[in-house]
């Protein structure tokens, strides 16, 4: 079965600082969704990775996808409070019917 | 472009009641996943339904289900209601359910079983 692990699970930084979250998976898929939670507030999308080598960038976020290294990073360039919020990795559990697997969340706290 | 609607956002049943939530997808979408997250499973997937078909299920109890009418709107019923049943049920919109376009997820209904 398909497991979406994500690491680190817990992230302090300050502000101005950069990291990345790494973003796991164990079976081949070449579709891979950002998105990011806000405390009590739902799923918003940040980036859809469809193939092998795809790189997308918004503002002081970047995600990439290695689909033969199973894996997944999001780049936070330049930390700031904003960017505080729960990221989620999903990948596609199944062919083309709507299933994600999603990793644990990775929690991020921009310290001012 | 009206996004996806969930209602209601907040529900408190009892014990052994059910549940009917409703999930109105992005118009032109015809593919609704649902979804179920707690704090101690993350997020999990429930259901999906295209064209009124369910083409997918998770690893949940028969108590768990739903269905898709005509204008892609979808319905999730949970039955005798558990307390473990309390989480955050969101559901979610896309074209036809092949992912190049993304998942579009609503608000979500809060649902605390007491």
């Known amino acids: 079965e398909l497991k979406v692990e994500q690491n680190p699970l817990f992230l302090s930084m300050q502000e101005g600082k950069n990291y990345t979250i790494y973003c796991n998976y164990s079976t081949t898929s070449d579709r891979l969704y950002w998105y990011r939670q806000d405390p009590g507030k739902s799923l918003e999308s940040l980036f859809v990775l469809l193939s092998n080598g795809a790189v997308k960038q918004e503002g002081r976020l970047m995600a990439s996808l290695d689909t033969k290294a199973r894996l997944s990073t999001l780049h936070i360039t330049a930390a700031v409070h904003d960017l505080s919020a729960t990221y989620f990795c999903?990948?596609?559990?199944?062919?083309?019917?709507?299933?994600?697997?999603f990793g644990q969340g990775t929690t991020l706290q921009v310290k001012p | 472009k009206a996004g996806v609607t969930q209602t209601p956002r907040y529900l408190i049943k009892t014990r052994g009641q059910q549940v009917t939530l409703s999930c109105s997808p992005i118009?032109?979408?015809?593919?609704v996943s649902w979804y179920q997250q707690t704090p101690g499973q993350g997020l999990q997937f429930l259901f999906e339904y295209f064209s009124e078909t369910q083409r997918n299920k998770g690893n949940f109890p028969g108590r768990f289900s739903g269905r898709q009418f005509s204008n892609s709107r979808s319905e999730m019923n949970v039955s005798t209601l558990e307390l473990g049943d309390s989480a955050l049920y969101l559901c979610?919109?896309?074209?036809?359910?092949?992912?190049?376009?993304?998942?579009?997820f609503g608000s979500g209904t809060r649902l605390t079983v007491v």
């Open positions: 979610a919109s896309s074209l036809v359910g092949t992912g190049e376009y993304g998942y579009t």
């Open positions: 118009s032109g979408h015809r593919s």
């Open positions: 999903a990948v596609d559990g199944s062919s083309n019917t709507g299933k994600l697997i």
